[in-house]
């Protein structure tokens, strides 16, 4: 819902200081039924998406569980636009959306960090950044939450001037200092709230290599630290083992491609560096007490 806002918004905004329409803009479903939204509010489409004529641009905005609503249907009909010369936006997960119809290819995209492991499982070959949005020739992707008031305030800029976009963003009470440049998330040191620099390091290095995850004793060598003082600084400075550590880092990626994605436990297994299904079924079910089938 604040995806699906906040990319409204700057628009309504900007017809109101500039005292002219600058911008309509028609709400579609697939089917042109009502849409809730994960909070529970009801969205009423203007109609349904093969009603859609005579526009320039249409966003695809979506939100948890994307992958059940990829279908040959949706896919036929936002291609059929594409080859018309309409621009593709997505907001949020919507980039999935994009992808799957294959309209992302050679393009830079963005999506919400908790999607970008997922997305890059499924399209290996597209181009995902960090940022909280992309503008591409005539792709627009965004991360969600408040980004899309970026994006769309760019474009305001973009498509009139600098300075209707500071009146919309002045009128929103969004200060111009976000930049595209901006990664989505906060550097790991805030987000875990630690400052050595060994530790943060190794935990870097975690992150990286969920794939192919080394032993404590080369995560040791790599930071510079014999296995004795690593084992002690981490368990004084995040509370547990290097290993149990890297163990639920994994199994977090992992949850998040049962939850996210249509790969196969086999595939998710191998992708977090889990050595067969069975022993990646039996740490999952050790971590959240229930099998990851039951989360697909």
């Not at 020739?137 to 965004?142: G, V």
């Amino acid at each position: 819902m604040l995806a699906f806002t906040t990319s409204v918004e700057p628009l309504r905004a900007a017809n109101r200081m500039s005292g002219e329409t600058l911008y309509t803009w028609h709400i579609y479903s697939v089917d042109g039924e009502v849409v809730k939204a994960s909070n529970g509010v009801g969205i009423t489409p203007d109609c349904s998406l093969s009603q859609v004529k005579d526009i320039d641009v249409i966003f695809v905005c979506a939100g948890l569980r994307t992958q059940n609503y990829t279908d040959n249907k949706m896919n036929r009909y936002i291609r059929a636009l594409a080859r018309h010369g309409v621009a593709m936006g997505a907001v949020s997960t919507g980039t999935i959306i994009l992808a799957d119809a294959g309209l992302l290819e050679g393009y830079r995209c963005a999506i919400h960090w908790e999607y970008s492991e997922g997305f890059e499982e499924l399209f290996p070959n597209h181009n995902l950044t960090s940022r909280t949005y992309e503008i591409d020739r005539n792709r627009y992707t965004c991360s969600g939450g408040t980004a899309p008031l970026d994006m769309m305030i760019h474009s305001i800029a973009l498509d009139h001037s600098s300075a209707l976009a500071s009146k919309v963003a002045d009128q929103m009470l969004y200060g111009l200092d976000h930049k595209r440049q901006e990664r989505q998330r906060s550097p790991l040191k805030t987000r875990i709230n630690i400052t050595h620099t060994k530790i943060l390091a190794a935990i870097r290095y975690m992150e990286s290599h969920t794939e192919t995850p080394v032993p404590t004793a080369q995560l040791a060598k790599i930071v510079g630290l014999s296995l004795r003082q690593f084992e002690r600084l981490f368990k004084k400075h995040m509370q547990t083992t290097p290993a149990r550590y890297y163990l639920e880092l994994r199994l977090t990626r992992a949850s998040q491609l049962v939850k996210q994605t249509k790969l196969t436990l086999l595939e998710i297994a191998v992708s977090t560096g889990f050595s067969s299904p069975s022993h990646f079924s039996r740490v999952y079910t050790q971590q959240f007490g229930h099998a990851p089938s039951i989360d697909r």
